[in-house]
């Protein structure tokens, strides 16, 4: 059964009509005209106008405190800006946060905690080391080795610390390679692990950094494992936190120490006396 054409054609005459003129003739009808687009075209604003400018703190363990500055969206009804600062993990260049060149090959993790006005205070959270100066440090004829450990300070953080280090010849040596046995590399790797325990397990978290920056634990290990095998270029390379302790603004406020928390001043009420009214009898 053939379908009809939608005008009065002699059913004779159906069958010779070309088949592209049946096909536009089935169309006609079907296509409506397209309507006007709906809400038209939205218009077209600068996110950044809707956004201000956080100055960002350091813990006054750094000589620099402003490490640089942050955006984020205004508060706008139920969403807080602070809300959306917090939690934040800012990495800066050791050499920009102490003004010492000779620091630049670490990197500084710092954690956005609290904000008050315009500042967002932060704490540490991780260390680590520039690709390059691992790179530098890695050679042939010697053996690398490393260790970690997991800690935890005085103050509830629980870090994971990676140590690395190098063996060097010894007074006078000829041979071209300083490789170290097995049981040297484990006995090192152990003594690593030991004092990497013993010097982070006895100190809050402020006291740890202070002991990073000057490393002070790669010393203690090169010193404890030269009658192993002499070693160079130990570092604590690496920090990670695992886990922090619930957040306390106090101490927040001991790490940044020119910082005061705003906390209202008591008000002394001075009592009106009681005006005591007679009831009538009607």
Not at 49 to 66: H, M
Request: hydrophobic share 35%; charged share 30%.
């Amino acid at each position: 059964h053939r379908p009809l054409l939608p005008f009065s054609t002699p059913a004779a005459l159906q069958p010779q009509l070309p088949v592209l003129y049946q096909s536009v003739i089935m169309a006609v009808g079907k296509n409506k005209l397209a309507k006007g687009k709906r809400g038209g075209k939205k218009k077209i604003v600068d996110p950044f106008t809707k956004k201000d400018w956080y100055d960002i703190k350091a813990p006054s363990i750094f000589t620099q405190r402003n490490v640089g500055k942050t955006l984020v969206t205004r508060t706008q009804g139920t969403k807080i800006a602070s809300d959306g600062l917090k939690g934040r993990v800012f990495e800066c260049c050791l050499a920009d946060l102490n003004q010492d060149e000779d620091q630049a090959f670490r990197k500084m993790k710092l954690r956005a905690e609290d904000v008050q006005g315009r500042n967002v205070l932060c704490n540490f959270w991780g260390m680590d080391f520039t690709t390059d100066k691992l790179r530098s440090m890695v050679r042939k004829w010697q053996t690398l080795i490393e260790a970690h450990t997991d800690i935890v300070t005085t103050d509830g953080y629980r870090m994971r610390l990676f140590c690395i280090g190098f063996t060097k010849k010894r007074q006078n040596q000829l041979k071209k390679t300083c490789y170290a046995k097995g049981s040297q590399i484990r006995n090192i790797r152990k003594k690593m692990a030991e004092i990497m325990a013993r010097e982070a397990s006895s100190c809050d978290m402020k006291e740890l950094v202070l002991k990073f920056i000057p490393e002070s634990i790669g010393k203690d290990i090169e010193k404890a494992c030269v009658g192993i095998y002499p070693l160079t270029n130990v570092f604590v390379r690496k920090v990670k936190i695992l886990k922090a302790p619930k957040f306390d603004i106090g101490k927040l406020m001991e790490v940044h120490g020119d910082f005061t928390e705003e906390i209202g001043t008591k008000v002394e009420r001075t009592e009106e006396p009681k005006v005591e009214e007679e009831l009538v009898g009607a």
